[in-house]
């Protein structure tokens, strides 16, 4: 299937080639694609770099283009205006990165996947929100969720087995698999609760190795997204 691609912009190349290390090892089957530096390797941006990005990270799906600073965003800009199916967001770089790069990996479209990384800087340093559900965009499945009739969830605690706990990978491969079900999903650590598709309120929990999480599911496939969380937690999510 074709997925949104990403093309990180920035005035450095080291720091451009950086965020799209991080964001990758999300979403292993998105184009993510750097745009760094001036054409001499100075510290600047270039407007053919970004366009050559940008017909790089292009599958079919569209692009969604981040960036660091003001002129970044101009040069973005004009590169976006010359390309169908570009879309430049305004969202902090390595947050909006990583949580771009997952809901791209779940298969949202353009719009989802801009909106994803917009909503990235909801979470800046905790994952409570006031409906007890932080970050995150119901990305599959909206529409049943919204119209299923309510029905009490299907619940589990669940032992963090593997060294570190919830940090990024095992956060994006959760993030990843509840992107794929149609279930609401909430994972509880003491007091803060975080929406199950959303890499940065997971990773915001602080659950580490040893710890507890309280893992609950609404919607239809409710059942298979809890036994999916298990089933990861069981094998130390891959580490």
């Not at 451009?16 to 390797?41: K, R, S």
């Not at 270039?46 to 050559?52: C, G, M, N």
């Not at 079900?181 to 659950?207: K, N, Y």
């Amino acid at each position: 299937m074709s997925r949104v691609g990403l093309v990180v912009v920035s005035h450095s190349a080291g720091l451009a080639a950086g965020v799209v290390e991080v964001a990758a090892q999300m979403a292993p089957d998105v184009i993510v694609v750097p745009a760094g530096g001036t054409a001499d390797g100075g510290i600047g941006t270039d407007f053919d770099a970004v366009a050559a990005a940008i017909e790089r990270a292009e599958s079919g799906a569209g692009v969604v283009l981040l960036y660091d600073l003001g002129s970044a965003r101009m040069v973005a800009e004009m590169a976006v205006e010359s390309t169908e199916g570009a879309r430049l967001v305004d969202a902090p770089l390595v947050e909006g990165a990583v949580a771009a790069a997952v809901a791209a990996q779940g298969g949202a479209d353009v719009d989802e996947v801009a909106y994803a990384a917009e909503d990235a800087v909801t979470v800046p340093g905790g994952p409570v929100a006031a409906d007890g559900v932080a970050g995150g965009v119901d990305i599959i499945g909206s529409q049943s969720l919204a119209t299923a009739t309510p029905v009490p969830p299907t619940e589990v605690t669940v032992p963090l087995t593997n060294k570190i706990g919830l940090h990024a990978r095992p956060a994006a491969l959760v993030a990843r698999a509840m992107s794929q079900l149609d279930a609401r999903v909430t994972v509880r650590f003491g007091d803060a609760t975080a929406d199950g598709r959303s890499v940065l309120a997971l990773m915001a929990l602080g659950a580490r190795g040893g710890d507890e999480v309280h893992v609950s599911a609404t919607g239809p496939q409710a059942d298979e997204a809890v036994q999916a969380f298990q089933d990861l937690a069981a094998r130390d999510f891959d580490e």
